[in-house]
């Protein structure tokens, strides 16, 4: 099924860009490679980097063609990654079966279930790592949905990942560079978690 997703990923040009989120970038470099999960991936550039950095890669997606752009960015750098076309709902994974999980920009509805259908698919010691933009980012006109339910708060963060420990979370406003569709000064929350 076409989705607003596919239409936008169309193009032949990279809407976030090939490179991979700075945070995700800072912080992947502190732990070990292993299995690393990537929920609402897009066109694959967080995927395709820690690839690069020798994680075993799972990545989904509702979009179609975000599946094709991301298996496109793999074969040019050379890596594989077992990307899905699924929605968030549907996935089902082996419970305790990652290292790993990144949450790049992964605004969705229903994000408090989403959220909480992560920790299972989590090994105990795994972590998880999110960014995301703030209801304070309807401020700035720089990306991210408009409807404020599908931006975070801090205490919605904090509430639906309770269930981790050495929770480290803060919000900031940073300069983002991430394609054309992330550009200028944005309110971000970054959280680090762990099972
Ligand atoms: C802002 S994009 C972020 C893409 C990627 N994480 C990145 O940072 O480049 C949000 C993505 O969420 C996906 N998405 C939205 N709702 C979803 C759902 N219920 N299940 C799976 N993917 C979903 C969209 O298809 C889109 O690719």
Redo the contacts with the bound molecule.
């Keep these: 099924m076409q989705?607003i997703?596919d239409t936008r990923?169309a193009q032949e040009e990279y809407i976030?860009g090939k490179q991979a989120?700075t945070f995700l970038k800072e912080q992947i470099s502190l732990h070990s490679p292993g299995k690393a999960l990537?929920?609402?991936?897009?066109?694959g550039?967080?995927a395709v980097f820690a690839a690069t950095r020798g994680w075993e890669v799972n990545a989904?997606?509702?979009?179609f063609e975000?599946k094709n752009k991301a298996e496109k960015l793999a074969l040019e750098k050379s890596v594989q990654i077992n990307y899905n076309t699924?929605?968030?709902?549907n996935?089902q994974y082996e419970n305790n079966c990652f290292d790993l999980i990144v949450l790049?920009?992964?605004?969705?509805?229903?994000r408090q279930q989403?959220h909480q259908k992560l920790i299972k698919f989590l090994k105990p010691g795994g972590i998880i790592l999110l960014e995301g933009f703030t209801k304070e980012q309807l401020q700035y006109n720089t990306g991210?949905p408009k409807r404020i339910e599908l931006l975070f708060s801090k205490r919605e963060i904090q509430s639906d990942f309770a269930q981790l420990s050495e929770m480290k979370i803060r919000e900031e406003i940073i300069f983002l560079a991430?394609g054309e569709?992330h550009k200028g000064n944005a309110s971000v929350i970054r959280m680090i978690g762990k099972k």
């Design positions: 989705n997703w990923y976030y989120n990537f929920p609402a991936e897009g066109e550039r967080n989904f997606d509702s979009s975000a699924i929605d968030w709902e996935v790049i920009y992964a605004h969705t509805q229903n989403n991210g991430e569709l």
